[in-house]
């Protein structure tokens, strides 16, 4: 059981901000240590799990295709494409349509066809701020409601993907648990058994969540009309400051 302290140095290296990557690290040469192993068997271990992990590096390929895409106005393509589809196609409704594909592709172990980098960032969130810009008569949105916008879209990949990649029984985290029950309790359980019993949870996890999107619409609209009239009084407020200042000047 101490070997898990390497799982404690984790929770605390994330709880104080510390650097990713310097935690994991630190994580992993401490649970070697504990483990008993050697500094040279923890390079080697280090060395062997990259190696077979060398996908993990494929953002290298995929940032710059998107950052080239978003530069030859694929943000604005996104934005016109949501202008087209009707009136009716809500900021909420958009994105709960997003969260059934999302769930659905990774239900089939397109885990990695959309994603914040390949899809959210340069598609969906812009598609979905159209879509509330729609709702504000085509004015610029604020800040505060922006950011919202862009955070429901995030979410919501990571919602889709959380519970959409279970019901896939080739996925990992499947494979891993049937491996560890198996050889710990010397059952025989099915990576399809684990995958059936993860569908009730994708459904739930779609209802839920999808419910708090159509109620997103709401807040929006909510947040909209007093940033709106905040910004009117804001005018109204420095149109007399310069009457006053006119007045002063004649």
Request: charged share 15%; proline share 3%.
């Given at each position: ?28 040469i401490v649970t070697g240590l504990l483990g008993k192993l050697s500094p040279v068997e923890i390079l080697r ?88 810009e729609r709702r504000n008569g085509g004015r610029p949105l604020p800040d505060k409601v922006r950011e919202k ?65 159509l109620r997103l619409d709401r807040a929006l609209e909510r947040e909209l009309v007093t940033a709106n009239a ?21």
């Open positions: 059981m101490i070997v898990l302290l390497g799982v404690l140095v984790v929770v605390l290296g994330f709880a104080t901000r510390r650097n990713p990557l310097l935690v994991v690290g630190v994580a992993g271990t280090f060395g062997e799990s990259f190696a077979s992990s060398r996908s993990v590096t494929i953002f290298a390929i995929t940032l710059p295709v998107i950052g080239l895409l978003e530069r030859n106005g694929l943000q604005q393509q996104a934005r016109t494409l949501i202008g087209k589809l009707g009136t009716n196609l809500t900021t909420g409704r958009f994105l709960t349509l997003y969260l059934l594909l999302r769930q659905l592709t990774a239900a089939v172990g397109l885990q990695t066809i959309a994603g914040p980098a390949q899809s959210v960032r340069p598609m969906i969130a812009p598609m979905a701020e159209a879509a509330t916008v862009r955070s429901h879209s995030a979410g919501t990949d990571t919602v889709g993907l959380f519970f959409g990649e279970d019901c896939f029984l080739a996925i990992g985290s499947i494979l891993l648990i049937t491996g560890l029950v198996n050889s710990t309790y010397d059952t025989h359980l099915e990576p399809l058994h684990l995958a059936l019993w993860a569908i009730p949870s994708a459904a739930c996890a779609f209802l839920i969540h999808g419910g708090r999107l905040q910004l009117a009084v804001e005018r109204e407020n420095a149109q007399d400051g310069r009457s006053e200042e006119d007045g002063a000047a004649k």
